[in-house]
């Protein structure tokens, strides 16, 4: 029997991107952080010059999945890494994002193979959402290391 596992070791070579909504960037500057603590530390050079990460910046929630589609097209990546918040307000409009925004990053996920980790934060109020973000834990760490532990499977399966 053979056990397919990721680990966090060895990520001198991988290549990661975070796609970042600016829609409520209170949040979602701080996610930002979290992941790229969480990558620092795992050996991962985050300059945005020369580094192994890139950053592309978009309006919104809705536009992350076209934007983490492309980046995954170009075979330059080895997980990528989808960062927003999207916040319930008193019309139907979170209801399309979030879901609009879960079905785009997790078909391109499928559809081009390259791990799109879903960091996106559907909450009802900006407290939760700010919780999530930094002031009880960073969610944005856990997004990093779910690409680690992603591109790292992926690179012991083929």
């Known amino acids: 029997m053979t056990v397919f596992e990721g680990n966090f070791a060895n990520t001198a070579d991988y290549r990661f991107a ?3 909504a600016r829609f409520n960037d209170l ?19 985050t300059d945005p010059e020369g ?18 589609r492309k980046l995954a ?3 330059r990546y080895d997980a990528i890494v989808c960062l927003g918040a999207v916040i319930r ?14 079905k ?10 390259v ?18 973000a930094g002031i009880k834990s960073n969610l944005g760490w856990s997004y990093a290391m779910n690409a680690l532990e ?4 992926m690179k012991t399966i083929r």
């Open 115 to 132: 791990p799109t980790i879903f960091g996106v934060l559907t909450t009802d109020t900006m407290q939760q959402a700010l919780e999530r």
């Open 27 to 45: 949040v979602t500057d701080k996610l930002v952080s979290g992941c790229q603590d969480c990558f620092k530390r795992h050996g991962v050079n």
């Open 73 to 75: 097209e170009t075979g």
């Open 18 to 20: 975070i796609v970042i």
């Open 150 to 153: 992603m591109a790292s499977l």
């Open 89 to 102: 307000g008193h019309t139907p409009h979170f209801d399309y994002v979030a879901s609009e925004v879960s």
């Open 51 to 68: 580094g192994q990460v890139d950053y592309a910046w978009v309006p919104g929630c809705f536009e992350v999945s076209l934007v983490a």
């Open 104 to 113: 785009g990053i997790a078909a391109t996920s499928i559809q081009t193979g």
